[in-house]
């Protein structure tokens, strides 16, 4: 089953992802979109995030309409820093997927950072990186050994992000349209960012 990995923060899920997942799905032909939140991202190590709970609490009203898309808790029930080299790992053994049916998806703005990753030549070997270009992107920061190995999408760039969201909530500004709307009565709720 052509399946592809979506990890991230999630913090919170927003109409980008989503728009992206989607767009995705159709484009490549996945029989399957997995989203799996980082327990603690790399990346993001000492810095504030909302609990693994609500950020899981939101993805799964975000999700609740695609029956393309799934989430898997991996990451957060393992527990400590996520390492994408892991969930690859997982997911092609414990799905029985090769690399012809395995992808990993991420942004532009990720794959500058990829060679610096814990292995990411075993990410590669294990999986297909497919990479939903943001604006601005120039791939000549990229070493060319990465560039050889991964597909470019052919998708529109929607230039949304979840440090804009927060940002914007921060300065009593709406997030009303960027984020679906249980999404957002949940983060007004909870009082989150």
């Known amino acids: 089953m052509k399946t592809c990995i979506f990890g991230g923060t999630f913090d919170p899920p927003h109409i980008g992802h989503l728009l992206i997942a989607q767009t995705i799905i159709e484009s490549e032909n996945f029989e ?50 996520s390492y994408t080299v892991d969930t ?25 950072e990829f060679h610096k990753w814990k292995d990411p030549e075993k990410i590669m070997s294990l999986c297909n990186i497919i990479v939903a270009i943001r604006p601005g992107f120039t791939p000549s920061d990229i070493p060319q050994w990465i560039l050889d190995e991964v597909h470019f999408a052919n998708i529109p760039q929607f230039e949304i992000s979840s440090t804009t969201i927060r940002a914007r909530w921060r300065d009593g500004k709406t997030i009303r349209y960027m984020v679906p709307k249980e999404v957002w009565e949940y983060i007004n709720k909870n009082g989150l960012y």
């Open 88 to 112: 690859v790992k997982e997911f092609a053994n414990n799905l029985n997927l090769d690399k012809k049916d395995l992808y990993f998806l991420m942004g532009s703005d990720t794959l500058r």
């Open 32 to 81: 399957r979109l997995i989203f799996v939140p980082a327990n603690i991202s790399p990346a993001k190590q000492g810095k504030i995030i909302s609990s693994s709970k609500k950020r899981l609490d939101m993805l799964n009203m975000a999700l609740t309409s695609n029956d393309n898309f799934e989430i898997s808790d991996f990451e957060i029930n393992k527990g400590d820093v």
